[in-house]
């Protein structure tokens, strides 16, 4: 089963409009962190927000938020007031576990295009 | 913006050769990773480092080897590049293992194995 998914292969959105990125995860261990990252075209990984298991409260991060449903194992982004420069692929990522170099699991990506 | 350089950008190699990709910190980070990206598959693990000559595989560790001598430096060879081994490797690191650590990338290196 794959541990990360991400079923919207590229999104739209109006400029200054919040958009959602879907991401849900799989996994039995009750530690475990999520993460987002942002590809831009000139394609480094840049990380944007994490949420950890156990955290009571949504993350944020500027305008970035994170919308944690434990039970029904989802964590999507969500970007308020979107800009030009926010059209990138969108990548979530899972880490399991309380030791060793845990592997980071990615989804295949969303690509958002923001519009004029 | 974390201390985390690759070298080469980019390659261009044929089929059966040797290639060295180096990534290479600022950072002190105890922990090391090689990932490879490509189509339709986001990141994958290929091998990762936990300290200085202490290394171990990932999920898609045939035909790599890592190397790590200095906490600073991680080396990925691939002793006999194929043409599946075509891809984006990309270098994170982080201060620790636990889940709840961030893993910080370098800026990629593009590998094209005709």
């Keep these: 089963a794959q541990k990360i998914t991400q079923t919207q292969p590229g999104m739209f959105v109006q400029e200054k409009e919040a958009v959602t990125l879907d991401c849900t995860y799989d996994t039995s261990d009750p530690s475990y962190g999520l993460f987002w990252y942002k590809q831009p075209s000139s394609g480094e990984m840049i990380f944007l927000i994490y949420q950890g298991s156990y955290d009571q409260q949504n993350a944020t991060e500027g305008r970035y938020s994170l919308n944690f449903q434990k039970a029904r194992k989802s964590a999507n982004l969500v970007i308020s007031a979107s800009q030009l420069g926010d059209s990138a692929m969108y990548f979530c990522a899972m880490r399991e576990g309380q030791g060793g170099a845990n592997n980071l699991f990615f989804g295949t990506g969303t690509r958002l295009t923001v519009i004029p | ?114």
Excluded at chain 2, 39 to 57: A, E, F, M, N
Excluded at chain 2, 75 to 88: D, F, H, K, N, Y
Aim: aromatic letters at 10%; a negative charge; one cysteine or more.
């Design chain 2, 1 to 114: 913006d974390a201390g985390i350089t690759q070298s080469p950008r980019h390659k261009v190699t044929e089929t059966g050769t040797p290639v060295t990709l180096r990534c290479h910190q600022t950072e002190n980070h105890r922990y090391m990773y090689w990932y490879r990206q490509d189509p339709g598959h986001g990141l994958r693990l290929i091998h990762y480092s936990y300290g200085v000559k202490d290394t171990d595989k990932g999920e898609v560790s045939d035909g790599y080897s890592v190397s790590r001598s200095k906490t600073e430096d991680f080396l990925l060879t691939l002793e006999s590049a194929t043409s599946s081994q075509t891809s984006v490797y990309f270098c994170a690191i982080s201060e620790s293992g636990v889940s709840q650590d961030t893993q910080y990338f370098g800026p990629g290196t593009r590998l094209t194995v005709l």
